[in-house]
């Protein structure tokens, strides 16, 4: 018997290519015991929805720094519960502008980590999240 | 609805579910395989392994487009990358070469952790393969990492096994180890745009040659007719000679050919009975780790833990031999 394992995805939604601080989140997911399944770069909101599908994951983490959150984000969320996955929690990293996080959070999302967040309060946030 | 009839239905959304159901082994998921298993048994499962790096992820990649594009099958892939074995996390990041496949419904791919059970990978594995089949895909792929023997375990599960190579990874010495290279049905050369394929190739050869030793008279043209004629009249199939294909996958060099070889496979084994044996020895096995699994808790429940870990105890100081021990909690 295997237990049940945390499986998150982790996405780079848009065109910005740096991908440091996605590796470093999964790195750390993955110390804590996570399963978490990379997508690689310039995905479409559409491919990570398509990839959270196939996967069945808890938990979606998107990682955007090019400005584009407030149009990819939704944009995802919206795909996600076409798909039937609402219950998937989405996590945001990046450069976020403090004016946007209220309207991140009206649209569904869980989380928000800018830069200089820990990756223990990451990986507590993710766990409280999926435990509900 | 339940999770079988949905998948059935073609339910993409119950698919992922039931997946990670039959993954984590819920009871649940022994019922929707035993409601699927009439279904199974059409799809053709191949199995690529090699060691890390030498580009598996890309190969899956482009031979699932080329069965897409120019045989219109529906292609699973089950993409299987290590668990730590400090943490029991994972990063699983084969869809990172397989982003070509993303968009099209007739592609399903699953990334998959070892979680290091002990031979619960192998199951797990059969068991999602069996669900893919089920579900209608025509080719499920396994792609795992050729590193120990439950990765071999996994690859065995499939009708065609490819084993990848890469030029520069290893000496001669390395091509005539036991191991992974001989489950091969075929054997590729990705990266063959690298220098060192001629080394490479040559010690593969050298290597099928010293495993197939009849076969060596086979390449020589002249008396290849008369090794092969009297062996065809006694009904016994002929062998399967593992053919080595030079392939790019990045670059989709060499994938038609690889497809063909896969196709050729295919063939040998439908016409050999090759085909029965294998499906034959999988159930075999299958059948085999259930009863062992109910045994096993059949065991546990008749035997109070209390007792077992006296008898374990009297093992560990040597009063007792583990033979002995056996037969106390066994035998009464």
Do not use: F, N
């Given at each position: 018997m295997t237990e049940k394992k945390i499986r998150v995805l982790v996405a780079k939604p848009g065109?910005?290519?740096?991908d440091r601080g996605a590796k470093v989140v999964a790195r750390a997911l993955r110390d804590a015991g996570m399963e978490v399944i990379y997508t690689g770069l310039r995905q479409t909101p559409e491919m990570i929805a398509e990839a959270a599908l196939q996967e069945d994951v808890d938990v979606v983490g998107l990682s955007i720094l090019s400005g584009a959150h407030m149009a990819l984000t939704p944009r995802v969320m919206e795909l996600l519960k076409a798909n039937g996955q609402s219950h998937v929690k989405v996590f945001i990293g990046g450069i976020?502008?403090?004016?946007d996080l209220l309207r991140l959070k009206e649209m569904g999302v869980t989380g928000v980590f800018g830069p200089g967040a820990s990756t223990e309060d990451i990986i507590r946030d993710v766990q409280m999240a999926v435990a509900g | 609805m339940t999770y079988s009839q949905a998948i059935l239905g073609g339910d993409r959304l119950a698919l992922a579910r039931l997946l990670t159901q039959v993954e984590n082994d819920v009871p649940e998921s022994r019922t929707a395989l035993i409601e699927l298993f009439p279904h199974t048994g059409k799809a053709h499962l191949i199995g690529v392994t090699g060691a890390p790096g030498t580009g598996k992820s890309s190969l899956v990649n482009q031979l699932a487009l080329y069965y897409r594009k120019t045989k219109e099958k529906r292609v699973a892939i089950i993409a299987v990358d290590p668990s730590s074995p400090f943490t029991g996390g994972a990063v699983l990041g084969d869809r990172v070469r397989m982003?070509?496949?993303?968009?099209?419904?007739g592609v399903f791919i699953r990334s998959m952790a070892t979680r290091g059970s002990l031979g619960g990978l192998a199951q797990s594995t059969a068991n999602m393969a069996q669900v893919f089949d089920a579900a209608g895909f025509d080719i499920v792929i396994i792609e795992t990492v050729g590193a120990g023997q439950s990765e071999v375990d996994v690859a065995r599960l499939a009708h065609t096994t490819l084993v990848v190579e890469a030029p520069g990874l290893g000496d001669d010495i390395q091509a005539i180890k036991a191991g992974i290279l001989e489950i091969a049905d075929i054997l590729v050369i990705n990266k063959?745009?690298?220098?060192g394929v001629e080394n490479t190739e040559k010690a593969l050869k050298s290597m099928l040659e010293l495993a197939h030793p009849t076969e060596r008279v086979f390449q020589h043209h002249g008396q290849s007719m008369r090794t092969a004629a009297p062996r065809q009249d006694s009904s016994s199939a002929p062998m399967w000679i593992p053919p080595i294909q030079r392939t790019v996958a990045t670059e989709g060099k060499g994938i038609a050919e690889l497809a063909e070889s896969i196709a050729l496979h295919v063939a040998y084994l439908t016409q050999s009975g090759g085909w029965g044996l294998r499906e034959r020895a999988r159930l075999e096995v299958e059948l085999e780790a259930l009863i062992r699994e109910k045994l096993l808790n059949r065991f546990r429940e008749d035997v109070p833990q209390k007792r077992y870990d006296e008898i374990l105890e009297k093992v560990i100081q040597r009063n007792i031999s583990p033979w002995e021990a056996v037969r106390m909690l066994i035998d009464k």
């Open positions: 065109l910005d290519g740096h976020i502008p403090d004016e | 982003r070509d496949l993303s968009g099209d419904t063959s745009d690298r220098p």
